[in-house]
């Protein structure tokens, strides 16, 4: 059939990457250009997005982890070596300390020799969702969101191509929220910033369209790829109606819906991890298959992430199931497949309705800020979740090779174990703290307490904190600096769990076995059980903690949870004071080898080396073996979907434990 | 683990004289368990810790208020401050059960700053189990535990109601915290909450004239029903900001006020009397029902036996008692 329409541009094709270091990225990087990338996703390491050096106590074990260090100015510039940044399009994922690492970013590009106004890219800077959903927030929500209208002002201004945030419904779906969640909440945040940059003196009212025009979208793309479609087209819709209804914008280029996206790691399954390579072939189809609602830049995951980090070839592999959505099949070359279609039509307005709704919800509430201060939307994401979790768990919800289509030939791909992920060297961590040390040894200190003067001056005048920031950088302050100035000023956040309000969900068969062996554990005891579930380190995904959390709960233990980001005392001592009769720790970072072997270590010398822990993440073979012969009881890794069958354990466990 | 063993009591009380934390922590789960020969080794326990010499004057504070008023961050506050100047303070946060499954989740609440745990606060969560109230069964004991051992001891509960009244029963101060702007001064009224708490504290005062407004509903709302319970307190509505440190002197001020008072006019000394009959009385219906506890003259002949012999604890009571009842039953 002729075409007559031009055909689309291909979207930015990327791999969101970095670890180890700055220059193990860069390699990374080059290598990734050089087969076919268009753009570039970094990752930072936990101490990055939380504001720490590396050298930092609460840093140890997660340096180079699940991302690319980055300490200081050194470390940017080395990062994008050989790469002229005025030719490049870059997305950070970066939010509690978005501020400052742009502020590095283009003190790097005018050492290169690039004008801030030619730099082109995204910063992730979209707090909400980290109160939600990915745990690295510092900084109290109105402080937060001062920040992230700082980006805004000052990018409007001074990088025009800049987008200055990503509003993220990506990291909601993780957390568990359906298609209208999804929609609701991600417009509830996008209304919450631009409300806050409205209400700005150094904002224009003229301008507004400019800035509406400037945020972009960052979404999640799940298996059910039809309905994400709607989904892709309802925001569309909604993002336009917001922008004319409550922003009085009329220009058509402004009121576009503009976004990213990286399909769904959730649905990832560790079981027959082979059979993940499709699943994200079809949840980029999602994402593309609709002209009007297409996604600007992709990233795949990789086949393996739900074993450990993935390898060069993994993520190879991902970017060319990309190449060949764009450049091998003649999905760019026509125009939109569902005009006309009432089917796709009425899903996506049925998505709208619902949508509309739980948006004024929120905005009647006082709006997103509001709904994360009284935990509404964390509650509203740990029930879904725990409803999806069941749904898998009964079979109601299929998932091949997990819970249904078991049985599995051997696969060449994990038959050499462990050889199958990347391993993050050790002396990662080491290289870089040595690093960080000559670094901080070369500089002027002089220089750098002014520029840190300058931020808290600025920080507390009320003034745009980003010309300090690009000062900062420059006189060689530190991010763990910068962040401990904003600490100062602003104080440190925690977040509400959202475990405490959700409502019991489990019934059933199962349900009533299980509640009744841990009331005759309880009559053995004397009073019930109590778990300690611990989320040590700075890894902030939280979900896997807080369905163990709920579904003990509805188990009938007593469940003592205190939230992220704790420090190894402090979780041990949390075990002593509460009394408890088994400890549980998330870890989903890589950090778990060094942190839960300190954890037991510290048990020991309370007098707690009998006191049983359990262990849950992103744990490969070979740690768990390890784990295990340091004295763990057991560990579950994400193929472990089945939580009955772990309350079952914990009682056999404590039971034990108890004799 | 926890099993009742001949030499624990006194090991535990030369623990929790020490002040060793693993002590606090076992005295704890000893106090909490249901079983017959533990509940025994506990009451024993409870009476060694009554009999001895306080190494200081503990004080109990209540802190209680609608969920999402901002307890926990008040609470921060108050024990940030009293820590950094040099008080030790033991703390029992309450949470209820699920009634369908019995279980609980706690915590999610106290994350003070700067390593504060170990130097010199103790906090241990508790569910509500079956209690209509909202209280822990192991309350009261966990508090007297607390109390051989901090100078301070905070109870914190969520809830609107019942658990107020149970609460007021073992705390020496209760504090009730408000939300600016709740609109639920006459919910408070008409669930007679009002009439318990000694001090009221609107939190959230950065929200400025909507803090100021509560709090005038609730002093006029006070001012209407008037205090019936004691001429020489009249409880008074601060305002404070737990976010912005502000007002939490003025709290503190007021609490050693309500103190003084108390012990000078023996006000504070008849409500822990009060107390122990109510703990006396709750412990003994509770474990040998209505029926077990007439045979000991009801509540009345509960509180002629405690104000019988001033020397004896409340715990020594009790255990004195329930072997009463259990030796009239074995007789009969």
Redesign the interface.
Known sequence: MPNLQEPDRPWLIRTYSGHSSARASNELYRGNLASGQTGLSVAFDLPTQTGYDSDHPLARGEVGKVGVPICHIDDMETLFDQIPLDRMNTSMTINATAAWLLALYVAAAERQGVSPDALQGTTQNDIIKEYLSRGTYVFPPEASIRMTSDVVAFTVAGIPKWNPINICSYHLQEAGATPVQEIAFAMANAVAVLDAVRARDDVPEATLGRVFGRISFFLNAGIRFVEETCKCRAMTALWSELGRERYGIDDERMLRFRYGVQVNSLGLAEAQPENNIVRIALEALGVTLSRDARTRSLQLPAWNEALGLPRPWDQQLSLRTQQILAYETDLLEYPDLFEGSHVVEARTEELLAAARNELQKVLEMGGAVSAVENAYMKQALVESHTLRIRAIERGEQIVVGVNRFEETADSPLTADGDASILKVDDSAEREQIERLLGFRGARSDGDAQAARQGVEDALKNGDNVMPASIRAAHAGVTTGEWADTLRRVFGEYRAPTGVGAARVTASGEGTATLRSRVDALSDDLGRRPKILVGKPGLDGHSNGAEQIAVKARDSGMEVVYDGIRLTPEEIVQSARDEGVHVVGLSILSGSHSLLVRDILQRLDKEGLGDLPVIVGGIIPDDDAAGLLAAGVKRVYTPKDFDLSRIMGDIVDIVGEATR | ??QASPGQVTRLLEGLAAGD??A???A??LV????SE?REAALELLDGLARREAPHDPYRVGITGAP?AGKSSLLNALVETLRDAGSGIGIIAV?P??Q?????????RM?L?G?A??SGV????M?A?DRLGGLADATQAGAAVLSSVFEWVFIETVGIGQSECEVAQLVDTLVFVAQPGAGDTLQFMKAGILELPDIFVVNKSDTGPVAERTRNELASTLGLTGDVRDETWRPPVLLASA?DRVGIDDLLATIERHRAGGRKSGRLEARRRAGQVAFAVESLARRYGEYGLERVGGAQGVADRLASSPDGSVFAAVLDLGREIEGGRAGS
């Not at chain 2, 019995?102 to 999610?108: C, I, R, S, T, V």
């Open positions: 683990m926890s934390r693993g606090i922590s076992e704890l789960n909490d368990d249901r079983r533990q999402g949470d059960s699920s369908r499954s019995g279980g609980a989740l706690l915590g999610d994350r700053s390593g745990r170990e103790f906090l241990r969560s569910a189990r976010r």
